[in-house]
């Protein structure tokens, strides 16, 4: 057996198998009593979490809390309402759209980590959302729809579908003449780097017009390891390349030295900071969630200034009617018809001549 499926063979999602890689405690064991919802990991990052403190940042990620029984702030039937998917038009389950010229195109609802803060985890960890994911319907639809250049192919994690059913969605998604691009939204190179095989490679190598690009998701520096970085350099020698869309996570991120250093070590493995989002608020997931403002300070603290250029995500709200950024607003301090007073990250000021039309 490949060493990917291995993986998924021995997920890590009874208390029996948990305690193997860390000591559970009694809070812990509780909420996964209790709890009736997906949740379980890959051998391969279990074996990254401290197996002594559970306030590891892994460990969070992916063990249920008893704070997932609260829902104060997170909106009921989020994703029906966040991928519009009660509004006019009508679309396969698989097709979420917030954009005329993109849309999100869902595969699979299967997942090698069952990530406690998804925003879809009304479909992936709670599963009281079903969706009919028909790929045929999918691609119908986006054939259709000349306005379509650009397909993210999501879930669940798509890279848990075989090669053969990979290979087929590129290679019919790669027939419709209107398409520039498809992208992967896919935690594997994260939690499962075994996943980026020869027989992976060999379908996403070829060259096409269609260029293929990847989104991965992570979180805090300790999920990067020697193996992610392989798989990183894997894809890319297929021409691919690996963008990070990190989530906002209180306890998780939200401290100026894990933001850094979380950003710092992405580029030591070759992943390329995209986004970092806002964490979104779908139902039981409150406690992951820092005020508005948060990401943007810590663009300011952490990132500006700090570190690269290359190493600046853009911090978003994702919402139904698309991203909104949200920038430090500092940087412009002052503004009359002459000049700008600008702010740098340390505070310091300086003017800027104001260009009229
Ligand atoms: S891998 Fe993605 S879809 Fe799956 S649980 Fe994590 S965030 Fe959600």
Redesign the pocket.
């Known amino acids: 057996m490949e060493a990917w499926k291995e993986q998924l063979h021995n997920h890590v999602n009874t208390i029996d198998r948990l305690k193997e890689y860390i000591h559970v405690t009694p809070e812990e064991e509780e909420a996964i009593g209790e709890m009736k919802t997906k949740w379980g990991t890959t051998p391969y990052f279990a074996s990254l979490m401290d197996p002594e403190d559970p306030d590891c940042p892994i460990r969070k990620q992916v063990i249920p809390s008893l704070k997932e029984r609260e829902n104060t702030f997170g909106i009921p039937n989020y994703l029906i309402w966040k991928e519009n998917r009660d509004t006019g038009e009508v679309r396969p389950d698989s097709i979420a759209r917030q954009y005329d010229d993109r849309i999100a195109f869902t595969v699979t609802d299967v997942?090698?980590?069952?990530?406690r803060?998804?925003?879809?985890?009304e479909l992936?960890?709670d599963r009281d959302l079903k969706l009919r994911m028909d790929v045929d319907e999918g691609i119908d639809w986006i054939r259709e729809h000349t306005e379509i250049r650009d397909v993210l192919i999501?879930?669940?994690?798509p890279f848990i579908l075989s090669d053969e059913k990979i290979e087929y969605v590129i290679r019919k998604l790669r027939e419709i003449p209107h398409l520039e691009m498809i992208r992967f939204?896919?935690?594997a190179p994260i939690?499962l780097p075994q996943r980026i095989t020869d027989g992976l490679k060999k379908i996403l190598r070829p060259y096409h017009r269609i260029p293929i690009w990847i989104n991965t998701?992570c979180n805090h520096a300790n999920e990067l390891t020697e193996e992610t970085a392989r798989a990183v350099y894997e894809l890319l020698t297929c021409g691919v390349n690996v963008g990070n869309q990190a989530v906002l996570l209180k306890g998780i991120n939200d401290d100026v030295e894990s933001f850094r250093r979380l950003h710092q070590k992405l580029l030591t493995v070759r992943i390329r900071p995209y986004y970092v989002f806002y964490c979104e608020p779908a139902p039981g997931i409150d406690h992951f969630r820092t005020p508005v403002e948060k990401g943007a300070e810590l663009i300011r603290d952490a990132i500006r200034g700090h570190t690269t250029g290359l190493a600046q995500p853009m911090y978003v709200i994702a919402t139904n009617i698309g991203k909104i950024p949200l920038m430090p607003d500092y940087y412009i301090v002052d503004k009359n018809e002459k000049e700008y007073t600008l702010r740098n990250y340390k505070g310091k000021e300086t003017k800027w001549p104001n260009m009229p039309e």
Not at 117 to 121: A, E, M, Q, S, T
Not at 154 to 157: A, K, R, Y
Request: net charge positive; glycine share 14%.
């Open positions: 997942c090698a980590n069952y990530c803060h998804c925003f879809r985890k992936v960890v999501t879930g669940g994690d939204g896919t935690r939690v998701q």
